[in-house]
């Protein structure tokens, strides 16, 4: 199936459906992800530690190092209150 067509497919569905589609796919990705790394493992590859976050289940809280150290500065600017 061509992605033209994937796409036609999915802008006809509800947007709940839609909804249902986007999480399967994040769920597709991480389990290749899963299988990528630990293919790599097995290999004796050597995975840095975002790497490993990488390839955890769930939602992550935070995107990127600008998102952890604005949140910290909010954290520490209100201690000073």
Do not use: C, H
Request: without cysteine; negative net charge; proline residues 2%.
């Amino acid at each position: 199936m061509q992605a033209k067509s994937l796409i036609e497919k999915i802008e006809r569905l509800p947007p709940e459906q839609v909804a249902e589609v986007e999480d399967f796919v994040d769920f597709v990705a991480q389990r290749e992800q899963k299988r990528a790394a630990q293919k790599g493992m097995q290999n004796g590859e050597r995975r840095s530690a975002l790497d490993v976050l990488e390839s955890l289940a769930g939602e992550r809280v935070f995107n990127s190092t600008d998102e952890v150290d604005e949140y910290l500065r909010e954290e520490r600017a209100s201690w000073d209150r």
